[in-house]
């Protein structure tokens, strides 16, 4: 039985569960391997695929293991289309056997927060870390919904470094953090502003992640952070 992945939103990412699935056919008869990742590992991991679900079915959960381990494979080859596509499969059985909000998953979402990030995909990483901020309020309990607001903090800890440096990073445009009463803009405003929102978000992340030590460090960096910004100018 082939593995077979439903299509996502872009034409990579559905060539990507295309040739997922063309591995695991090739895997099976004994030819000649597509990608030169191909080795007897990977090879062993997706006829383990292959069998579960030929005994168990497509969404058994005892998938989600080799799935795992054959999508970091991938992105240590250097294949992220190919490990994104395995994640994204990884955590469609986690939704049919665990449920849609389970935190198992959070894992599996960071790794594609940062392969979506690394392929200048910067939107659509956004959109993924923004499920995830969905799924930590919807588990207040769990504590590993801390670890999903430390995790959001320091990424913007460091865009919002890389913008007083400078740079343009497009979170800035997409968390909207232009806006302002009297300049409700997500696309142009001030430098202040700027400095000012992306703190404050990084501070209350921080704060619902049980790290009020860190959250009152990004407080009292808002004055250092506006007067490196204004040498740029």
């Known amino acids: 039985m082939v593995v077979s992945f439903a299509v996502r939103s872009t034409p990579k990412v559905a060539a990507a569960m295309l040739a997922f699935a063309c591995v695991v056919a090739i895997a099976s008869s004994g030819a000649q391997p597509l990608f030169k990742t191909q080795d007897e ?3 062993d991991l997706i006829d ?3 069998s579960e679900q030929a005994r168990e079915g497509p969404n058994s959960p005892a998938l ?3 799935l795992t381990d054959l999508s970091l494979r991938y992105e240590d080859a250097g294949e992220r289309a190919l490990a994104i596509a395995t994640i994204q499969r990884a955590i469609e059985v986690i939704h049919v056997s665990r449920g849609l909000f389970t935190l198992d ?3 599996l979402m960071q790794r594609l927060v940062g392969l979506e990030q690394a392929r200048g995909n910067s939107k659509v990483a956004w959109a993924y870390e923004q499920k995830l901020l969905a799924l930590a309020r919807r588990n207040p309990f769990d504590r590993r919904a801390n670890q999903i607001y430390i995790a959001a903090a320091d990424r913007r800890v460091k865009f919002l470094e890389r913008y007083i440096d400078g740079e343009h990073p497009p979170e800035i445009v997409l968390g909207c953090y232009y806006t302002e009463p009297a300049f409700p803009s ?3 405003g001030s430098r202040d502003t ?3 929102n992306v703190s404050a978000d990084a501070a209350r992340l921080y704060a619902a992640g049980g790290d009020g030590r860190q959250a009152q460090q990004v407080w009292g960096q808002i004055s250092e952070y506006r007067a490196r910004a204004s040498r740029l100018e």
């Open 64 to 66: 989600i293991e080799p």
């Open 186 to 188: 997500c696309h142009a």
């Open 48 to 50: 383990g695929i292959r």
């Open 194 to 196: 700027v400095i000012d």
């Open 41 to 43: 590992k990977q090879r």
């Open 105 to 107: 998953q959070a894992s």
